[in-house]
């Protein structure tokens, strides 16, 4: 998965969540997947009446086997610690995230200056659009509710950055074929398909003809210029007897160069 869908992973995760109420069943599913997991932060197993913010947090790692890139806390404070313990933690308020990242918020922030405050809040960054941050949260109302929040707003305390990258694989690389011009008598040779007309069809239908080649219906092709169903089927062949693993029935550089040498 590519780093974009690794995010959008966890993020997918905390919204399938969204609606959870306190003390209900997926509030419980939520705790017992934060449980579940070893060893557990501090040794502390949590309850329904506990505050759940970060607990939230720490279940949605743990549900995307995110967790040798996320730490697994209850405390918003320990886990602030955690993300500074692997150097993941961003400190300025400014920052602008990403989906998947961790936002810590401190209700006791003046506004004024970068807060170095304690936290007292967790939740997953959904997206940023027009300077407006969407958060997921856990025990927002005792729910998991979404907030929304300007980006260096006040309460920010700062960001953890999980390493989604370290998890990411690469794209296949992508061949592009570039042709090479293909003559015959110092005229151009176009690359020819299923559809096409004009004199150089007759040509490759003259050759296929010559060759012994027929179409669809099991007679020799009509060189009538009319890049057809039966030429088609003949070109298909010529490519499988010439050892070509396409057999796509266009005739490029490959396919001309073989039935010029083959005529």
């Not at 074929?177 to 069809?201: C, F, P, W, Y």
């Amino acid at each position: 998965m590519t780093e974009t869908q690794l995010r959008q992973k966890i993020v997918d995760k905390a919204k399938s969540y969204m609606g959870a109420v306190e003390g209900g069943t997926q509030h419980k599913e939520i705790l017992g997947i934060y449980n579940g997991h070893k060893p557990l932060a501090r040794g502390y197993a949590m309850k329904v009446t506990d505050a759940w913010c970060a607990c939230f947090a720490s279940a949605m790692a743990i549900a995307c086997n995110f967790t040798d890139i996320i730490p697994t806390e209850v405390g918003c404070g320990e886990y602030i610690k955690l993300f500074q313990k692997i150097g993941r933690w961003q400190e300025n308020d400014a920052y602008v995230p990403k989906a998947g990242d961790y936002i810590f918020y401190d209700w006791d922030d003046s506004g004024k200056g970068d807060n170095v405050g304690g936290a007292d809040h967790v939740g997953i960054v959904e997206k940023v659009e027009n300077g407006v941050i969407t958060v997921i949260e856990g025990n927002k109302n005792d729910r998991v509710e979404r907030r929304a929040i300007s980006v260096n707003g006040r309460y920010i305390r700062g960001f953890g950055i999980p390493n989604y990258a370290s998890k990411a694989t690469k794209e296949p690389a992508v061949t592009v074929k570039v042709e090479t011009k293909v003559t015959m008598n110092n005229i151009e040779l176009k690359t020819l398909k299923k559809g096409d007309k004009g004199a150089q069809v007759k040509t490759v239908q003259r050759i296929l003809r010559e060759l012994d080649y027929v179409g669809s219906d099991g007679k020799l092709l009509e060189v009538d210029g009319d890049f057809g169903t039966g030429t088609d089927a003949a070109i298909r062949r010529f490519q499988a007897n010439r050892g070509s693993t396409l057999r796509d029935g266009i005739v490029g550089e490959w396919t001309w160069n073989k039935l010029l040498k083959g005529w």
